[in-house]
């Protein structure tokens, strides 16, 4: 088993910046992908980037191109989420995701364990 732990939300200014981090414990060696998606209240959760094991390939979510960025660091079993110029749209609850695959998929079904979220608020 694996367990994911969000942390790093809050409330921000539009135009902020936050740094979300996700620790990975347990069976962490089985993790290719490391994913993050978030979800706005009564939308569904959608993606918004991932990264391989290495750290060599990533994919964003189009709505965070340029803005985002995603990076882990091995040795820490840790996945980080940098957000800059945060928009209100990006308010949501942030989930940490992991897949056993080494394919970068951007859909909920293809990831296997999931952290509890944390909620970012971008206030206008």
């Known amino acids: 088993q694996v367990q994911l732990v969000e942390s790093g939300g809050g409330l921000v200014q539009a135009g902020g910046s936050l740094r979300l981090s996700c620790a990975a414990s347990g069976s962490i060696f089985s993790i290719a992908t490391m994913g993050w998606f978030r979800q706005a209240p009564e939308k569904e959760r959608v993606f918004v980037a991932a990264i391989t094991r290495g750290g060599g390939r990533t994919n964003y979510g189009d709505s965070v191109k340029g803005r985002f960025t995603v990076s882990r660091d091995n040795a820490k079993n840790t996945v980080y989420l940098q957000m800059n110029s945060l928009k209100p749209e990006d308010t949501a609850v942030y989930y940490c995701?992991?897949?056993?695959?080494?394919?970068?998929?951007?859909?909920?079904?293809?990831?296997?364990?999931w952290g509890q979220g944390t909620q970012v608020t971008v206030s206008s």
């Open positions: 995701a992991g897949r056993l695959g080494s394919d970068l998929h951007t859909d909920t079904r293809s990831y296997d364990y």
